[in-house]
């Protein structure tokens, strides 16, 4: 890896830094510059995992040092997230990446639609709309569940989804932002000995990498925290349109 690789590669990382900790499907950039620089899809797969847990351990502390902890929340949506990423892991095992993903898109649009309504429609103007009642406990675990399996699948662009779960939940979009961190944190951090064991992670493109998401996770959260729901708002409805294009082979 040569000096322009290790700067692009750091530059990258601290954009999909920020995008990741205000909404989400950074690695849509940095996967693809991981295999322009070199590498097999695979291997550029778990070396991303090493700046995806990084980045979200440090943005996960700066939310906190903000005073905007998203740990204890955090506990009880882990279990059913963890139970559907295995769930995922094996399904995706079975179904070709495009078959999956080509599904999965249009499934996303059919959901994501009403929760963005929802979660996004209390910008300013306007009358605010009533409350909806917050989800029982089946229906919070059947939700995370869900988005285990899609994270345990494919999970580029799994933050968004976390996020508006979260706020429909009952979160605002900073709150929600602080919870995801820690949740796909400890999830990356559960996944990444696999991908070391198997030989999936090249060293030194991962660390690299990872100097520019933690500093990207530093900026995002003092950025999320600084700018609420009103930066937020516009960074997670564009991250939702690229996802969902990316999904359906728009591009």
Do not use: C
């Not at 080509?102 to 059919?110: E, N, S, T």
Request: charged share 10%; no cysteine; glycine share 14%.
């Amino acid at each position: 890896m040569d000096a322009g690789n290790a700067a692009l590669l750091l530059g990258a990382g601290l954009t999909a830094g920020v995008i990741n900790t205000l909404a989400g499907g950074g690695s849509m950039l940095t996967v693809p510059l991981l295999v322009l620089v070199g590498l097999p899809g695979g291997l550029a797969n778990g070396t991303n995992r090493v700046g995806i847990a990084v980045q979200n351990v440090t943005a996960a502390w700066r939310f906190r040092s903000e005073g905007v902890s998203g740990l204890r929340p955090a506990i009880p949506i882990l279990i059913p997230v963890a139970l559907g990423s295995l769930v995922g892991a094996f399904a995706i095992a079975q179904f070709s990446d495009e078959a999956f993903e080509r599904v999965f898109g249009l499934v996303m649009l059919g959901l994501l639609i009403p929760m963005i309504r929802e979660a996004l429609g209390r910008s300013g103007g306007g009358q605010r709309r009533p409350e909806r009642p917050a989800w029982s406990r089946s229906t919070s675990f059947a939700v995370f569940f869900a988005i285990g399996i899609y994270g345990g699948a494919i999970q580029a662009g799994v933050g968004i989804v976390l996020i508006l779960a979260l706020s429909r939940a009952g979160h605002d979009l900073v709150r929600s932002n602080s919870i995801k961190a820690v949740i796909i944190a400890a999830l990356t951090l559960i996944a990444l000995p696999v991908f070391a064991l198997e030989r999936q992670i090249s060293w030194p493109h991962a660390l690299v990498l990872a100097v520019g998401f933690s500093l990207g996770g530093v900026i995002g959260a003092r950025l999320a925290v600084a700018g609420g729901e009103r930066l937020i708002r516009p960074v997670l409805i564009a991250a939702v349109a690229a996802l969902s294009g990316r999904m359906l082979g728009v591009y």
